[in-house]
Antibody, heavy 121, light 111 residues
């Protein structure tokens, strides 16, 4: 069974940092591209970042470029999102999601349950 | 303001048919990129509903169908059921962003 479990969320002050993790199981992690998507309270889905299967290629939304870094450890079956210089507008539930081996590389077939990040003083 | 425009809400009675539109531009849907649809039930993570414009993943009822034409796409739901009450999002790739883009989401209410 495919599982994605996010962790590392919580309350952080503006300007602070946080690292999210997404532990996966049930599939060969090293073969799949991965994404982070966020959802502010009561709002819609917003794409954040993606990484290819070996970590050599990454892409970011303009709103987080230069502040967030996506990475992965294929030996640990874990995806990461390092978030620096956090702002109130980064408050959201963050989801990790998998790109399947069919379709284009923005398609997401499995999602984690999400983890809440709150940026507030 | 998302690059993909969806109506904020739609509604229908049980058994009826509803459609949800997703309007893009020449940098996303109109450029030939695929459209995918997700269903998000209250308090849960999104679930893939339609991929590649019109394909259903295993386990998705055939009451759900997707189509694409020009710079727009549509999700149709027939035989509405109470359990279909959820938020629905379209998604595509946008070349001007060099990344993924989601529609603003549509809340479906089953009357």
């Amino acid at each position: 069974e495919v599982q994605l479990v996010e962790s590392g969320g919580g309350l952080v002050q503006p300007g602070g940092s946080l690292r999210l993790s997404c532990a996966v199981s049930g599939f060969t992690f090293s073969s799949y591209w991965m994404h982070w998507v966020r959802q502010a309270p009561g709002k819609g889905l917003v794409w954040v970042s993606r990484i290819n299967s070996d970590g050599s290629s990454t892409s970011y939304a303009d709103s987080v470029k230069g502040r967030f870094t996506i990475s992965r450890d294929n030996a640990k079956n874990t995806l990461y999102l390092q978030m620096n210089s956090l702002r109130a507008e980064d408050t959201a539930v963050y989801y990790c999601a998998r790109v399947p081996d069919y379709g284009d590389y923005v398609l997401l077939d499995y999602w984690g349950q999400g983890i809440l990040v709150t940026v507030s003083s | 303001q998302s690059l993909l425009t969806q109506p904020p809400s739609v509604s229908g009675a049980p058994g009826q048919r509803v459609t949800i539109s997703c309007t893009g531009s020449s940098s996303n849907i109109g450029a030939g990129y695929d459209v995918h649809w997700y269903q998000q039930l209250p308090g849960t993570a999104p679930k893939l509903l339609i991929y590649g414009n019109s394909n259903r993943p295993s386990g998705v009822p055939d009451r759900f169908s997707g189509s694409k034409s020009g710079t727009s796409a549509s999700l149709a739901i027939t035989g509405l059921q109470a359990e279909d009450e959820a938020d629905y999002y379209c998604q595509s790739y946008d070349s001007s962003l060099s990344g993924s883009v989601f529609g603003g989401g549509t809340k479906l209410t089953v009357l």
